[in-house]
């Protein structure tokens, strides 16, 4: 059982009264006088994920009032989680199955703690839920399971978790749902055709790595998930000022993201062909660094003119997405922290997304409502394509201005996904840079959970 809930209910538990803010009137009418006094002197207000203790008659807490939107609210009980004193609690309201399991992730993710590196551990004690009546416990563990591994993967720091360790966790998650895995490392990328990847994780003494993860009937829909795994970010020859490098560790969130993304997916059995490349480097600086202005050869045989040695990303992701595509894949998914032009438009809260089929996008922005992930689809406007024509080579990893950003980043990486049926690829930040209910500072697998209930709608478990 995750930390925070559990299955039994104890004689002491406090009850939970889950409201829809719009029926909290008659709710209060119902209620004794008490409770009305109550909450009339803490001047409550019945808005969405608004929470207030209630008194037994010697004054200790009996029961929470927990007021709810139309939609139930994840982030409602992962505030509660965090929030409540140290007692069992159980939910007196009857809730649908979906409430009940969203009742419990959210509390799950409200109980999430990053603490593996503190010499001294605090072990307070914790809210504990007692798992709601027709909440799904297999797939709320496999969810909150899936976040957490995308959270600690990108909090963990950089002089832990370089590209090996990085392929080592897709191993032990491969190993945990017997899938294949095969892992490409240094000069055996030049082998493989892999130049790109080799190049940008030549700079660093930390071999570089390209992570190949299969599972799946061979009958079922190919799905094809790619995620960036820059382990560290120094921007390689074109130095990040020290405030841009202070949490370039995060540069790895896609990989993250999309390893969490296939443990929700192989747990839940979802009817899918699944394969995961994650191209994983660290881009350093040393007299093996690739520069400005050299031309970086491709799987897909373009030559990449280097305008910028911190537009990597893209670079690496080129060769793993031409191998993605030429498998031709039903979906091809990438995931990235691509750009900040992405942060400047939407923020850290919200994350980017591209598609080359509008269906598609309308397909992943109802997930993404459904789901409390918020995504925002972008264009490829293909007339910004001219602004990273290359003079000496096929295409610049970076436009010589800085509008438009995630847009040509966008357009770079159509280039290579030729072949795929549909392709989505989001920019995403994969870093809560303010503590909000169930979002402490740290790590965040964006994306995690609408990318799920698009795939898990498409490829339903049998």
């Not at 007196?92 to 990053?114: E, H, M, P, S, V």
């Not at 001294?120 to 399971?145: H, I, N, R, W, Y």
Request: aromatic share 6%; glycine share 8%.
């Amino acid at each position: 059982m995750i930390s925070g809930l559990k299955k039994r209910r104890s004689k002491a538990a406090r009850s939970i009264h889950a409201v829809r803010a719009a029926e909290y009137g008659p709710w209060l009418e119902a209620q004794e006088p008490v409770w009305r006094r109550w909450l009339a002197d803490h001047d409550f207000a019945a808005k969405p994920g608004a929470w207030q203790t209630l008194p037994s008659e010697n004054g200790a807490i009996e029961s929470v009032l927990l007021c709810l939107g139309d939609e139930d609210d994840l982030w409602a009980w992962a505030d509660l989680a965090a929030s409540l004193p140290a007692h069992d609690y159980a939910v007196a309201t009857k809730l649908d199955d979906a409430a009940a399991t969203t009742a419990a992730i959210g509390w799950a993710l409200g109980t999430y703690r990053f603490d593996g590196f503190r010499a001294q551990k605090k072990e307070a004690a914790s809210a504990q839920l007692v798992l709601p009546t027709g909440a799904d416990l297999d797939f709320m563990t496999a969810a909150a399971e899936a976040e957490f591994l995308g959270r600690d993967l990108i909090n963990r720091p950089a002089n832990d978790l370089g590209p090996t360790e990085l392929a080592t966790a897709a191993r032990n998650l491969a190993r945990r749902h017997k899938a294949e895995c095969k892992v490409i490392v240094g000069d055996a990328l030049l082998k493989a055709n892999f130049p790109a990847v080799h190049t940008v994780g030549a700079g660093s003494p930390r071999t570089p790595a390209l992570v190949d993860i299969r599972w799946g009937r061979p009958r079922d829909p190919k799905v094809t998930l790619v995620g960036k795994g820059v382990t560290f970010d120094t921007g390689g020859l074109t130095v990040k000022t020290e405030a841009w490098m202070r949490n370039m560790k995060k540069d790895m969130g896609g990989a993250a993201t999309v390893l969490a993304l296939a443990h929700l997916i192989m747990a839940t059995g979802l009817r899918v062909r699944l394969r995961v490349l994650i191209p994983t480097v660290e881009n350093s600086t040393s007299g093996s660094a690739y520069r400005p202005g050299d031309i970086v050869p491709t799987r897909k045989g373009l030559g990449i003119e280097v305008a910028n040695c911190d537009a990597e990303g893209r670079v690496i992701l080129a060769d793993a997405l031409t191998a993605a595509a030429e498998e031709k894949p039903e979906l091809l998914i990438d995931v990235a922290t691509l750009t900040g032009a992405a942060r400047a438009a939407l923020g850290p809260e919200i994350a980017a997304f591209f598609s080359s089929s509008d269906s598609l996008a309308r397909e992943l922005d109802e997930a993404s409502h459904k789901s409390q992930d918020p995504l925002w689809r972008l264009p490829l406007w293909a007339g910004y394509r001219r602004r990273i024509e290359s003079t000496v080579g096929d295409i610049l990893n970076l436009a010589p201005n800085d509008t438009a950003g995630a847009i040509t980043a966008a357009l770079f990486l159509q280039e290579f996904v030729e072949g795929a049926e549909g392709w989505l690829h989001l920019d995403i930040f994969g870093w809560n840079d303010t503590a909000r209910p169930g979002r402490p500072v740290g790590g965040e697998a964006a994306g995690l959970r609408a990318l799920y209930r698009l795939l898990a709608t498409r490829y339903p478990a049998a």
